[in-house]
């Protein structure tokens, strides 16, 4: 079994119940070919009925058996295979496998993320930033995408933000933050240096703090008061790809949320945005 399989196992097992746990103690101590085992031999092996198993599955964020015994499978690869962006593949795949292996990837990372992020949390987020005197998102390298998708969005409401990724403006922008304004931390793996260190200082200086991170236990979080974790769920070379996924749905939570906190207000401002915007596009061509 791969080191991010038991990572996984093992950072569930708390949570689990009982006889799922008896079901995670079998797969982590099995000793057969993880490619041969079916739903009848762990459920057999550690002595519990298949719908526990079936549970245990749930329990690890799966949608089935089948994911998870891919999961298996993909544990015990031949050599010259690479496990990269959350899916197996080898010289042996084929450009057909490609889009198959994306799309049910960034899916499984989305259904994570539903889970992983309560309505409480997204009221309070709602709240800080509509809220807030000033806003300013803090990021660094893959995470861009989704501040300036978020910042985008923000100004569209008539929020005004704005994003720092050069390490020098994030200091001088954190330390000049105070009570009342909100600062926005966007980090896959939670740990980015920039980043952290700019949420820091942002909440010394008073600022209410915010985190969109793929993980728990993070020195980001440890640095904010709010977070919107995306999964929870790491892959062994990184997934920076589906990480952008979950990050942008995350970003359009926010963005409907607040909508619908003020709608009269917040559609009236989007109505506004729109406006100017159609003014930027040529009309249509005409007709031949």
Same mark, same amino acid.
């Given at each position: 079994m791969n080191q991010r399989l038991k990572q996984e196992i093992t950072r569930s097992y708390p949570v689990l119940r009982r006889s799922e746990k008896k079901t995670a103690d079998y797969l982590l101590k099995c000793g057969e070919n993880l490619k041969d085992l079916t739903l009848?031999? %762990? +459920?057999? /092996?550690?002595?519990?009925? @298949?719908?526990?198993?079936?549970?245990?599955?749930?329990?690890?964020?799966?949608?089935?058996?089948?994911?998870?015994?891919?999961?298996?499978a993909g544990s015990e690869q031949e050599e010259g295979s690479r496990f990269l962006y959350g899916f197996p593949?080898?010289?042996?795949?084929?450009?057909?496998?490609?889009?198959?292996?994306?799309?049910?990837?960034?899916?499984?990372q989305i259904e994570k993320t539903i889970r992983s992020i309560t309505p409480d949390i997204l009221e309070d987020v709602v709240k800080a930033i509509t809220g807030a005197n000033k806003i300013a998102v803090y990021y660094v390298?893959?995470?861009?995408?989704?501040?300036?998708?978020?910042?985008?969005?923000?100004?569209?409401?008539?929020?005004h933000? %704005? +994003?720092? /990724?050069?390490?020098?403006? @994030?200091?001088?922008?954190?330390?000049?933050?105070?009570?009342?304004?909100v600062a926005i931390g966007i980090s896959y793996s939670g740990f980015s240096r920039n980043t952290v260190d700019a949420?820091?200082?942002?909440?010394?200086?008073?600022?209410?703090?915010?985190?969109?991170?793929?993980?728990?236990?993070t020195l980001l979080e440890q640095y904010s008061d709010l977070v919107l974790c995306t999964s929870n769920r790491q892959f062994l070379y990184g997934d920076a790809i589906f990480s952008r996924a979950s990050q942008l749905m995350v970003v359009d939570m926010i963005y409907i949320a607040i909508l619908l906190s003020d709608y009269e207000r917040y559609t009236g401002k989007l109505d506004e945005s729109s406006r100017v915007i159609r003014k930027q596009a040529y009309g249509q061509p005409a007709k031949l």
């Open positions: 009848e031999k %762990i +459920a057999e /092996g550690a002595g519990v009925s @298949q719908p526990t198993v079936m549970r245990f599955v749930k329990a690890l964020g799966y949608r089935g058996f089948k994911d998870f015994r891919y999961e298996l593949f080898s010289e042996r795949d084929t450009i057909r496998d490609v889009p198959a292996k994306i799309i049910g990837t960034t899916i499984g390298e893959n995470s861009s995408c989704t501040a300036q998708d978020l910042i985008t969005k923000l100004m569209y409401l008539g929020i933000c %704005i +994003a720092y /990724g050069d390490v020098y403006m @994030q200091s001088v922008s954190a330390a000049s933050l105070s009570e009342g304004d949420m820091e200082m942002a909440g010394k200086a008073g600022a209410k703090t915010i985190a969109i991170t793929n993980f728990e236990h």
